[in-house]
């Protein structure tokens, strides 16, 4: 009964920012870690950013010094700070948690996506 809401995308010059806010419910492991995928047309999804429940961070090569992520524990909510978006950004983004729980289930879930669009 997890759920994962994102919002925050749209259209976008280049050069522009955009925030993304991704809404967690429901039975969501502690230590968990959080991040941000995203896939353009005929494309892989690729990993942009994570976050664990301890705040440790990791960024795709490609979105170092431009994109920040954060979590809001209390709001359970996750977020991805985008500035000078480029063309090559555009994609639709990807909410996603899991987590291995006590007893080493591995548990994965996913928002529906928000579609993040630059123009150039």
């Known amino acids: 009964q997890v759920q994962l809401v994102e919002s925050g995308g749209g259209l976008v010059q280049a050069g522009g920012s955009l925030r993304l806010s991704c809404a967690a419910s429901?039975?969501?492991?502690?230590?968990?870690?959080m991040g941000w995928y995203r896939q353009a047309p005929g494309q892989p999804r690729e990993l942009v950013a994570t976050i664990t429940s301890s705040g440790s961070t990791e960024y795709a090569d490609s979105v170092k010094g431009r994109f920040t992520i954060s979590r809001d524990g209390a709001k359970n909510t996750l977020y991805l700070q985008m500035n000078s978006l480029k063309p090559d950004d555009a994609a639709v983004y990807y909410c996603?948690?899991?987590?291995?729980?006590?007893?080493?289930?591995?548990?994965?879930?996913w928002g529906q996506g928000t579609q993040v669009t630059v123009s150039s």
């Open positions: 429901g039975s969501i492991g502690r230590d968990n870690t």
């Open positions: 996603n948690v899991h987590w291995i729980s006590l007893s080493r289930v591995s548990y994965a879930y």
